[in-house]
């Protein structure tokens, strides 16, 4: 059965560095999205991504972040300067045209020290 | 805006002791109803979408339902392996976003 792919599992990082989470999307799907979870809360929004343009993204998605599809297979998200309340499990989903198929990744957990 | 609430919070049933979870969504034009299975520090594992009132979908022990207002996923018969927690989620409007619930955590005790 297809699936979403996410590198790496688990991502420590000092507050103020850079990170960037990968995923690799479903191969036929045209939508891509990211999700965070903070421990014990709700799935959340991030942002959408749909021929190579942000389609929608969350009050959460500010200039820290950014998502790119930098070949045809790879999508990332980068947060330029982490903050502990960036600390979450990421993840990232992908879908058909028509939402159909929506799946998510496993995750990766990012902690922020 | 979008509002999914999922009850119980937490539930615990013997094995074969069928029940229900709960949940209710406030949308403008739902555009999907999304059932999903987590596992501690994994992903959502999809179960289910419905589209319509009345739609049905059944799978092994699972059964989702669909009314204007809820969501009903009905578990019979539940095994050990079917604890977990069961994540509720809508899709509205013009995107494809997905609101989710806070989850029904699912224990099954032999």
């Known amino acids: 059965e297809p699936e979403v792919t996410q590198t790496p599992s688990h991502q420590v990082t000092q507050m103020g560095q850079e990170v960037i989470l990968r995923c690799v999307p479903i191969s036929n799907h045209l939508y891509f999205y990211w999700y965070r979870q903070i421990l014990g809360q709700k799935v959340e929004f991030l942002v959408s991504f749909y021929n190579n343009e942000i389609s929608e993204k969350s009050e959460i998605f500010d200039d820290q972040f950014s998502v790119e599809r930098p070949d045809g297979s790879n999508f990332t998200l980068k947060i330029r300067s982490t903050k502990l309340e960036d600390s979450a499990m990421y993840f990232c989903?992908?879908?058909?045209?028509?939402?159909?198929?929506?799946?998510f990744g496993s995750g990766t957990r990012l902690t922020v020290v | 805006e979008d509002q999914v609430t999922q009850s119980p919070e937490a539930l615990r049933l013997q094995e074969g002791e069928s029940s229900s979870l709960n949940c209710s969504y406030t949308?403008?034009?739902?555009?999907?109803l999304f059932w999903y299975r987590q596992d501690p520090g994994k992903g959502p594992e999809f179960l289910f979408t419905l589209y319509s009132a009345g739609e049905e979908k059944e799978k092994e022990r699972l059964k989702a339902t669909l009314t204007k207002k809820e969501s009903f996923l009905h578990i019979t018969a539940p095994k050990p392996e079917d604890s977990a927690t069961y994540l509720c989620?809508?899709?509205?409007?013009?995107?494809?976003?997905?609101?989710f619930g806070t989850g029904t955590q699912l224990k099954v005790e032999l």
């Open positions: 949308v403008s034009g739902l555009r999907g």
């Open positions: 989620a809508v899709r509205s409007g013009g995107g494809n976003k997905l609101t």
């Open positions: 989903a992908s879908s058909d045209r028509g939402g159909y198929g929506y799946t």
